[in-house]
């Protein structure tokens, strides 16, 4: 038997491959049992939901820590870049009520704004360098700061550390590229519900 | 294995065969994970780690099981095997025992495990003859040029990000030139060391 396979190359080429292939596969499949890691996969569902912009709103170092805390029975409506639909999203999975964005952890802006700094009044502390989530805020101590305007999602944490307040959030204004068609407002009845859900409408 | 020869492997690896500038070899790596400073530390960890292990394991199985079955002509596939399920082993292994360095370098290790500068070292260590530690020093210093320039290059694409470019070079293009000039300025090196 031996004597025939490494007489025809091709066999011996076969029988080489498929035995490393069926070793590293039984090493893998040995490693995938013996190295399991346990893991909670309501927090990496929750994390998943999440809008992972990292910006700490909620009062946590970033978005899976605030899944984890999820978990560990925090309330659902701290995420204010995720809005409505992300607590919307997270109550469906979790089976609870859905409640409106806390007003503690500032309101739901529809309007994307970007952090501004007014350079002339700038005095190069890097209060708001160390605050920016995003490393969108380029300057050095005792010189002037900027933002990078494309770098900046509006999560204006950087306000509050200012000594001079010297940072404004400005709205941006739509370009032709960054134009959206606004989405239309959800209608929650449909014309049979009229007078039963809405008398004022009806009338 | 003079230290004479140690330092010309590694001088060689590093500046003169750079695998990125000189051979070519890892360029998607170089291009893509080449915009943050921290992600490109973490790459070049990631690249370091594999580079030598891989080096490590394909000469273990080029020399113990396909030179002696003459099987040389299945290096390729073989190797691709290899590095594949070593590297896969070692994420789940870490995964369980350090989850620190599986944070820090985790996300990256897939990312390597099938580049081409990773098959690249573990080929031209068969195709120089290089022993064992050769070899792995080869992987070694190869994987070092690779974070060298990686990090280099990173950090360069961060003050690009952040200077005025003329619209029609802005973003990829500009990075491209930069890679460029840079492979030039590499090929200044040549002759320096022979390996």
Not at chain 1, 7 to 22: G, K, N, R
Not at chain 1, 135 to 154: F, N, P, R, W
Not at chain 2, 9 to 32: D, K, R, Y
Not at chain 2, 62 to 83: D, K, M, S
């Amino acid at each position: 038997m031996l004597e025939f396979i490494s007489q025809h190359t091709i066999l011996t080429a076969l029988v080489a491959l498929v035995s490393l292939s069926v070793l590293f596969g039984a090493i893998l499949g040995f490693a995938a049992v013996r190295y399991k890691v346990e893991r909670n996969p309501i927090v990496d569902q929750i994390d998943h939901i999440l809008p992972q912009t990292q910006c700490g709103q909620c009062g946590y170092p970033g978005c899976h820590p605030y899944a984890q805390a999820i978990v560990d029975g925090d309330a659902i409506n701290k995420c204010p870049p995720g809005g409505q639909n992300t607590i919307n999203a997270l109550a469906d999975l979790l089976d609870v009520e859905a409640p409106s964005l806390n007003i503690e952890h500032r309101e739901e802006s529809t309007i994307k704004k970007v952090a501004f700094i007014r350079e002339a009044e700038c005095i190069g502390c890097t209060k708001c360098i160390l605050a920016c989530p995003m490393d969108a805020i380029l300057g050095a101590a005792k010189q002037m700061h900027t933002v990078i305007a494309d770098e900046c999602t509006g999560c204006d944490l950087c306000v509050e550390p200012c000594p001079v307040d010297c940072i404004d959030m400005i709205p941006v204004e739509p370009t032709i590229q960054s134009w959206k068609w606004e989405l239309p407002t959800p209608i929650t009845f449909i014309a049979s519900d009229k007078d039963v859900l809405s008398p004022e409408i009806a009338a | 294995m003079s230290i004479n020869e140690f330092f010309i492997i590694l001088l060689s690896t590093v500046f003169v065969n750079n695998f990125v500038l000189v051979q070519f070899l890892g360029l998607c790596p170089f291009m893509g994970v080449s915009n943050k400073v921290e992600s490109a530390i973490g790459m070049s960890g990631a690249t370091t780690f594999v580079m030598t292990l891989a080096s490590i394991c394909t000469y273990l199985v080029n020399h113990w099981i396909l030179a002696p079955l003459g099987l040389e002509y299945l290096r390729t596939i073989a190797f691709i095997l290899v590095i594949a399920a070593v590297v896969q082993f070692v994420k789940m292994f870490m995964e369980k025992t350090s989850p620190l360095l599986y944070r820090v370098l985790g996300v990256f290790l897939p990312l390597i495990t099938v580049n081409c500068a990773v098959l690249g070292v573990a080929l031209l260590n068969t195709q120089k003859a290089h022993n064992f530690f050769e070899s792995t020093l080869y992987g070694f210093g190869g994987a070092l040029g690779f974070s060298t320039v990686l990090i280099l290059f990173s950090a360069m694409r961060e003050r690009l990000a952040a200077s005025d470019v003329p619209l029609p070079f802005k973003g990829a293009a500009i990075g491209m030139i930069t890679a460029g000039l840079m492979s030039l300025a590499f090929m200044g090196f040549a002759g320096l060391a022979n390996q």
